[in-house]
């Protein structure tokens, strides 16, 4: 059964940087190299926003997706050997606090997505605040 663990979070002032990670198990052979992971959080109240996705290494063209808000400031990226996930965040905003959590698309899919109901596994999060 594959599971998510996520870890990085923390408080930081505006304008600073946190890196997420995610590892990830239960995948066998090279199954977590094509799989499509992604990030999302979210803050109390509201539901929860994609904020980056990137695709398996079987995907063409375009590999990474952010939502808008995000695009310049945060990164995704991959260890498929350690089956790790990462989110590097620059530039941090108080509109950026929130629950962030990986997830998982089912490993036949290729495409990266910013949708939460195209992903069937999820860590428990880690939390991230901004303060201005």
């Known amino acids: 059964q594959v599971r998510l663990v996520e870890s990085g979070g923390g408080s930081v002032q505006a304008g600073g940087s946190l890196r997420l990670s995610c590892e990830a198990s239960?995948?066998?052979?090279?199954?977590?190299?094509?799989?499509?992971m992604g990030w999302f959080r979210q803050a109390p109240g509201k539901e929860r926003e994609g904020v980056a996705s990137i695709a398996g290494a079987g995907a063409s063209g375009r590999k990474d997706w952010y939502v808008d808000t995000v695009k310049g400031r945060f990164t995704i990226s991959r260890d498929n050997a350690k089956q790790l996930l990462y989110l590097q965040m620059n530039d941090l905003k108080p509109e950026d606090s929130g629950m962030y959590y990986c997830?998982?698309?089912?490993?036949?899919?290729?495409?990266?997505?910013?949708?939460?109901?195209?992903?069937?596994?999820w860590g428990q999060g880690t939390q991230v605040t901004a303060s201005s």
């Open positions: 997830a998982a698309r089912p490993s036949w899919v290729a495409g990266a997505s910013l949708r939460a109901d195209q992903y069937d596994a």
């Open positions: 239960g995948y066998s052979g090279a199954t977590y190299t094509y799989t499509v």
